[in-house]
Nanobody
């Protein structure tokens, strides 16, 4: 059974920082690309940041220079360090695991989401 469990969301003032964590189980983590997405009510889910199994990263233009994605393969965990937060970063943030065809699988997995609210 695959589980992605996010933590670290909350309420923060503009300019503040948060660190999201996503602990994975039930997958061979080191072979998966991991990503963070975010979604507002009634809107499409959008990519925030992604890190491949080889450690390559890419970011949405809106978060470049402020957010950093990283992974710890020893502990099957992916992180999103969010600095200089803005009110427009207020979303539910979701963790994603993508095997990219590893083992013949293209199935995506999602966490339950964690709310991030940036407000004074």
């Amino acid at each position: 059974q695959v589980q992605l469990v996010e933590s670290g969301g909350g309420l923060v003032q503009p300019g503040g920082s948060l660190r999201l964590s996503c602990a994975a189980s039930g997958i061979i983590f080191r072979h998966y690309s991991m990503g963070w997405y975010r979604q507002a009510p009634g809107k499409q889910r959008e990519l925030v940041a992604r890190i491949t199994s080889g450690g390559f990263t890419n970011y949405a233009d809106s978060v470049k220079g402020r957010f950093t994605i990283s992974r710890d393969n020893a502990n099957d965990t992916v992180y999103l360090q969010m600095n200089s937060l803005k009110p427009e970063d207020t979303f539910v943030y979701y963790c994603n695991a993508n095997p990219g065809g590893y083992g013949g699988s293209w199935r995506l997995y999602w966490g339950q989401g964690t709310q991030v609210t940036v407000s004074s």
